[in-house]
């Protein structure tokens, strides 16, 4: 028997078993974390950004990356994909995807693999998601510039958490050095970073402000095409000059 063909009961000791969830998926009737704190997520913020997305992806890949229990991995199938793989470190989190992808009898690849060895998979994507996965590296523009170095062939949908202003002020390309007062403003760009814990959680490392993010994106090599929701942006990625730095910078 494979878990396509399994009863709603069986489905639900199986959920049980390989909880808890952090997505609510519908596994054939059977909701894997109906007590979410953030409602049905992540469905009820998905409908706040899925139109920017083709309704019909043929033809088209995509790479999840920190793919959770392969909500948009499976959305994205289910939209046609020709090709979707979904990566993720850790390992409770990818038996939950490869369940809900066979039971909703989707033809996902799921791996193993942290951002920073995304090098490793040697080919590039239509479409990265990277979402709800900068604010919990200790290193998070080189996860970017890995991404458009590495994977990213064309469009990225990106989400961050984000603290702090969200007003995002004009700025000169270059300040002198006695000039400090852009520093103090709430609209300059600011990563906040988190010592010990935040929301009780201990990989949540670095947490930006709308304009630091923003800058962030455009230093990687991703031009902000739409941003249809406080923490979504759909991004094109352009070619950097050597002059934007690299992964691995050549001098010192």
């Keep these: 028997m494979t878990a396509r063909t399994l009863s709603r009961e069986e489905i639900r000791r199986k959920v049980d078993a390989l909880g808890p969830w952090f997505h609510n998926l519908d596994l054939q009737g059977v909701p894997t974390a109906p007590a979410h704190f953030l409602g049905d997520y992540p469905q009820v913020k998905w409908r706040r950004f899925a139109g920017i997305v ?13 793919c959770n229990a392969g909500f948009y991995a499976m959305e994205m199938k ?43 998979l040697g080919e590039r994507f ?8 900068l604010y919990h590296l200790r290193h998070p523009l080189l996860a970017l510039d890995l991404i458009h170095t590495h994977v990213a062939r064309d469009m990225m949908l990106f ?7 969200d007003t995002v002020d004009p700025l000169d390309a270059d300040y002198d050095f006695w000039t400090t007062g852009q520093f103090d403003r709430s609209g300059y760009p600011k990563l906040h970073f988190v010592e010990h814990q935040y929301a009780n959680d201990p990989t ?35 070619e950097r000059s050597q002059a934007d730095g690299a992964v691995y910078p050549q001098k010192g």
């Design 54 to 66: 083709p309704d019909d992806m043929s033809g088209k890949s995509v790479l999840d990356i920190g």
């Design 78 to 120: 289910r939209r046609g994909a020709e090709r979707v793989v979904g990566l993720d470190s850790d390992d409770e989190y990818l038996a939950q995807a490869r369940f809900a992808a066979e039971v909703s009898d989707l033809d996902i690849e799921f791996r193993n693999l942290s951002v920073y060895d995304i090098a490793a």
């Design 126 to 133: 239509d479409l990265v998601i990277f979402m709800g996965v």
């Design 159 to 165: 989400q961050s958490m984000l603290r702090g202003s």
């Design 204 to 238: 949540n490392w670095w947490i930006p402000n709308r304009a630091c993010v923003e800058a962030m994106l455009r230093s990687a090599g991703f031009e902000i095409s739409a941003h249809p929701e406080d923490e979504v942006y759909l991004c094109r990625r352009i």
